[in-house]
């Protein structure tokens, strides 16, 4: 299994600060490369198909960046996070509420999922001996330990009684960047979201947010003149326009061609990957 205990000097250091900081831990694994921030990542186990889009989108603008996605292991959002970082290539640390020996991580049907975390160079932590096996108690005594390590805690969906107010509300205590995607008027899932952004939680859209949350430096992107070359009349239009994000409706607003073509222009744009949507607006690739 090749577990270890985690020197403290290991700790990020902000663990340290918490109140009642675990007195121990244990890891299997590698922790992230020095100077790599780390983004909690919470929310329902019974994501939703916004949520689930959501926090794929969010973490796949974040490739390339010296980030490390901390989230539970557990089903619905928490695995959501991992596979994400996974596919972006990403370093992620689980976080179960058990120990980590095979016999007791769960959910079982995530266990496959921890041995690819494993496999790619990330790690599992706990604060528990190796075959403790998780009770109720141990999620919230678990989620002290995300918010804790984390320079961010992103919060892609929470209902009225989900476990996840309780990291947001920790992430408060500890004074770390709180950040929330927002959802329809009316939507249960956008609970938390909606009262931590009335709180002053900052409203995430977009990935260069989670960057700017981050203290992270967004590169420049380069505008291959190559693109504008191949493009036609309305399709160069239609990437003039997307200099900045915009919606259908504002591309069609900026343009005086005829609609039937700027809408084909934005089809074909997107199959080739040259834009992309996201969270309603179109932007460059």
Not at 16 to 41: D, F, N, S, Y
């Amino acid at each position: 299994m090749n577990m270890r205990t985690l020197a403290r000097e290991e700790w990020p250091v902000s663990l340290h600060e918490i109140p009642g900081p675990p007195k121990q831990l244990w890891i299997r694994g590698m922790m992230p490369k020095e100077k790599t921030k780390l983004l909690a990542v919470v929310g329902s186990r019974a994501l939703s198909n916004y949520g689930k889009e959501a926090c794929e989108i969010l973490i796949a603008g974040l490739a390339g960046y010296p980030i490390s996605i901390i989230s539970g292991l557990a089903l619905g959002a928490d695995a959501c996070a991992h596979k994400a970082a996974l596919a972006t290539g990403l370093h992620t640390i689980a976080i179960p509420g058990s120990g980590l020996d095979d016999s007791v991580i769960g959910p079982k049907t995530n266990l496959g999922l921890a041995e690819n975390i494993l496999k790619a160079g990330g790690a599992l932590i706990s604060e528990h001996e190796s075959l403790h096996k998780a009770a109720p108690y141990d999620f919230p005594s678990r989620n002290r330990i995300m918010a804790g390590m984390a320079d961010a805690v992103l919060v892609i969906e929470a209902g009225a009684k989900s476990g996840t107010l309780i990291t947001a509300r920790l992430a408060v205590d500890y004074n770390r960047e709180l950040l929330v995607i927002p959802h329809r008027i009316g939507d249960p899932h956008g609970f938390g979201a909606h009262l931590f952004g009335r709180l002053g939680a900052t409203i995430v859209t977009e990935s260069s947010h989670i960057l700017e949350a981050l203290r992270i430096t967004p590169r420049e992107e380069k505008t291959s003149p190559d693109i504008q070359n191949n493009l036609t009349g309305a399709e160069l239009l239609v990437w003039h326009i997307l200099e900045k994000p915009k919606t259908r409706d504002e591309i069609l607003r900026h343009s005086s061609d005829n609609t039937a073509e700027i809408l084909t222009a934005i089809v074909t744009l997107e199959l080739r990957g040259i834009i992309h949507e996201s969270f309603g607006t179109w932007q460059r690739k």
